[in-house]
Every structure is written in C-alpha cells, then in structure tokens.
C-alpha cells in the first residue's frame, strides 16, 4: 500500500480508534504516537486485565504508543458499553502522531478517538494500591524505575506499563505494551501467562461478538462501512 493509498484510507475511514494495549480484532491502519503525555497504567488482578490511560499531572508521564483501528460508528458504540463510558472513562478525540512525514519532514498529525480514563475514579485506587513512585532518567535513553510498597503490601494491581527509549527524540521514553523488538503478535516472553490469557479471552470475546454482528446485520453491510 502506497503511502498515497495510506493516507486517503486514514482520511475516509469513519473512525479512527487508538487503542494502547495488545492487538484487538478490528482493522489496523497504523501505529500512533499521543501528542499529549499521559500517565499510562496496566491494571491486573485474577480476573481483569486492562491498560488505563489518565491526564493527571500528578503522574509520571510520557508520549503512549498505540495502535491504530478503523471503527464503524456501532464497533465504537459497543466498546463504549464494554469500557464503562462515564462511569471508568471518556471517549475523547485526542490529536496523535502517525509515521508518516509531511512535506517538512515532520510526523504527520490526526485525531482518533481514544479512552481515557476519569481521574475521579482511577487515581485514588491507584495512589491507594502504590504507596510511591519514582523514576528517573540517565543521559538520553536508560531509565531508572524503581517502586515503594506499603508496608505488609505483597502484590500490587496496578503497575505503569513500561517506557522505552528511541533515537527519535519526540518517541524516546514512551510508554509502550510490549518492547518494540517483539512485535504486537508475539506474547511468548514479553506478556506473563496470565495476562496472555486474559488477553486471548478478550479477542476471543470481540471477536464472537462481531461474528454475531455479522451474522445478525450481513456481510456486506459490513463491507461497506454500515454496519
């Protein structure tokens, strides 16, 4: 596909979606960069697994690598039930980067709709499960993180998902789901077995719904963007 064909599909399709976590069962237009920092957590217990993105400057922050997805209006609307829409998060349109340079040389910019979460509802349990943070960084691209539990505290849900370097200075230190090595489709060493798990039930979940969606509205429907 031609960076032409890339473009003119980002600029028709009827929602653009940027998700921070593993891959999810929707077209995938591209990987995308938050211009705004954000704080971003990975919430894990026995029976959940979910990435929270929040705008608190109380956090420590970073640029959130993503990826993303072509939605049609009722795909979104589901996940908005999924997510708990006004009750853990918001929908906003926020303006991210894509890797593709304008006629400056510079990332091109877009807005995609992503969810991030109600400060009123996520920071206190975060501050609640972590008794302190701290992270610094040496020179340009190793960074120091190191955690201060409660004491009697053995096992924390949240935990901020990992940050890496880039030669790219607007991209270095960014918060990202799996090192950029490895790949979105390869859960074998990066991901612990439970949250691989847990994850493969989620795509298995989005994907039994759209098979219903499909089945219940028709193929073409899909096809062409109504459904």
């Not at 979606?17 to 069962?25: A, V």
């Not at 206190?124 to 610094?136: F, G, L, P, T, V």
Request: hydrophobic letters at 35%; one cysteine or more.
């Amino acid at each position: 596909m031609t960076l032409d064909e890339i473009t003119e599909r980002l600029a028709m399709c009827p929602n653009r979606f940027l998700d921070f976590g593993p891959l999810l069962d929707f077209p995938v237009l591209c990987q995308a960069y938050t211009v705004e920092k954000l704080s971003v957590w990975q919430l894990q217990t026995e029976d959940i697994f979910d990435i929270i993105a929040l705008q608190s400057k109380g956090m420590p922050r970073g640029r959130a690598e993503g990826t993303l997805y072509e939605l049609t209006d009722k795909q979104l609307l589901s996940l908005d039930k999924e997510k708990q829409v006004e009750v853990c998060c918001f929908r906003k349109r926020l303006p991210v980067y894509i890797p593709f340079n304008d006629k400056d040389g510079n990332f091109m910019t877009v807005h995609a709709h992503a969810y991030i979460g109600r400060k009123d509802f996520w920071v206190e349990r975060i501050e609640h499960d972590q008794s302190d943070w701290r992270e610094r960084e040496i020179g340009t691209d190793v960074v120091v993180r190191s955690m201060v539990y409660r004491p009697g505290r053995t096992k924390r849900e949240f935990s901020l998902l990992s940050r890496y370097p880039d030669p790219n200075p607007l991209l270095n230190y960014r918060y990202r789901f799996l090192p950029p090595d490895t790949g979105y489709n390869n859960h074998s060493l990066s991901v612990p077995k439970a949250v691989a798990k847990r994850v493969a039930e989620r795509n298995n979940q989005l994907a039994e719904v759209m098979r219903k969606m499909n089945k219940k509205e028709g193929f073409n429907y899909f096809f062409d963007g109504e459904l």
